[in-house]
């Protein structure tokens, strides 16, 4: 992280509890050097064990990644620093709108046969990541699943808990795999309203399509950070803190660009 990335970060990381008085050691390493690791391990897609010698330990390094993933705490840190940016940029901290759709990627070997599944549709053997994200492309919500999970399946699913999480969200775009029960669960159970936004019969070639384009630049981010080129984690939640921790990229560096555009 540059300096300015920093300056940002630091009011934002959760704090630790051997800090409030709930006992517990305290950190053996920089909160900046393990937070540095961990973002160069994402971007660049390396090994846990390949950590450079200039970073802590790759175990103590880890260490810190599983428990704040277990604890959600990569979750919550993600969306302090979406609150930041939306604000920066003149919205509210919460959204009112989002944008949901799904990508099939390949697995890694490691792994295993209970979450991984077969995409006949985009002919892949892997996983399958649920998203929803704002107007802004920033996330809100995401599962990964086997990649033979149904869209409407997992949607159900996931708008149920960025409902829960997003209380002023009342709108929701969607492409033609949402259709069908799913629009009125949405509405009756969500009170949420899911517009599906269909490619017409007509179209040739590239389109862009209202709304739709958001969460594709989405995962077109996503891709670029290596980590997530294919899916290398053999946890289900594993995955999701890296797509968490990616999205951390993005918006740090924004945050760092908005800060030295108003100095």
Same mark, same amino acid.
């Given at each position: 992280?540059?300096?300015?990335?920093?300056?940002?970060?630091?009011?934002?990381?959760?704090?630790?509890?051997?800090?409030?008085?709930?006992?517990?050691?305290?950190?053996?390493?920089?909160?900046?050097?393990?937070?540095?690791?961990?973002?160069?391990?994402?971007?660049?897609?390396?090994?846990?064990?390949?950590?450079?010698?200039?970073?802590?330990?790759?175990?103590?390094?880890?260490?810190?990644?599983?428990?704040?993933?277990?604890?959600?705490?990569?979750?919550?840190?993600?969306?302090?620093?979406?609150?930041?940016?939306?604000?920066?940029?003149?919205?509210?901290?919460?959204?009112?709108?989002?944008?949901?759709?799904?990508?099939?990627?390949?697995?890694?070997? /490691?792994?295993?046969?209970?979450? #991984?599944?077969? %995409?006949?549709?985009?002919?892949?053997?892997?996983? +399958? &990541?649920?998203? =929803?994200?704002?107007?802004?492309?920033?996330?809100?919500?995401?599962?990964?699943?086997?990649?033979?999970?149904?869209?409407?399946?997992?949607?159900?699913?996931?708008?149920?808990?960025?409902?829960?999480?997003?209380?002023?969200?009342?709108?929701?775009?969607?492409?033609?795999?949402?259709?069908?029960?799913?629009?009125?669960?949405?509405?009756?159970?969500?009170?949420? /309203?899911?517009?599906?936004?269909? #490619?017409?019969? %007509?179209?040739?070639?590239?389109?862009?399509?209202? +709304? &739709?384009?958001? =969460?594709?630049?989405?995962?077109?981010?996503?891709?670029?950070?290596?980590?997530?080129?294919?899916?290398?984690?053999?946890?289900?939640?594993?995955?999701?803190?890296?797509?968490?921790?990616?999205?951390?990229?993005?918006?740090?560096?924004?945050?760092?660009?908005?800060?030295?555009?108003?100095?």
């Amino acid at each position: 992280m540059a300096d300015a990335e920093w300056a940002e970060v630091r009011p934002l990381l959760p704090t630790p509890g051997w800090m409030r008085g709930r006992g517990g050691r305290p950190e053996g390493y920089c909160h900046r050097a393990v937070l540095d690791a961990i973002r160069y391990l994402v971007d660049n897609g390396i090994k846990w064990r390949a950590m450079p010698a200039d970073f802590p330990p790759w175990d103590r390094v880890y260490a810190f990644f599983r428990r704040w993933r277990d604890h959600d705490l990569v979750k919550e840190f993600h969306d302090r620093l979406r609150g930041r940016v939306r604000m920066r940029l003149g919205r509210d901290a919460e959204p009112t709108a989002g944008v949901i759709d799904s990508q099939s990627v390949k697995a890694d070997a /490691v792994v295993g046969a209970d979450s #991984r599944g077969f %995409d006949g549709g985009k002919n892949i053997n892997g996983r +399958k &990541r649920h998203v =929803v994200v704002d107007t802004l492309g920033l996330l809100l919500g995401v599962m990964v699943t086997s990649a033979d999970v149904g869209d409407r399946a997992a949607a159900q699913v996931l708008l149920h808990q960025v409902a829960a999480a997003h209380h002023l969200l009342a709108l929701v775009w969607a492409d033609g795999g949402y259709t069908g029960s799913l629009v009125e669960y949405c509405l009756a159970a969500l009170a949420l /309203v899911l517009a599906i936004v269909k #490619r017409s019969d %007509d179209m040739r070639g590239f389109v862009v399509l209202p +709304k &739709r384009w958001i =969460v594709e630049r989405f995962f077109a981010h996503l891709m670029r950070t290596r980590r997530l080129a294919r899916d290398f984690e053999r946890r289900t939640s594993s995955a999701e803190a890296m797509i968490y921790w990616s999205m951390t990229l993005l918006m740090t560096r924004r945050l760092a660009r908005s800060r030295r555009g108003r100095a």
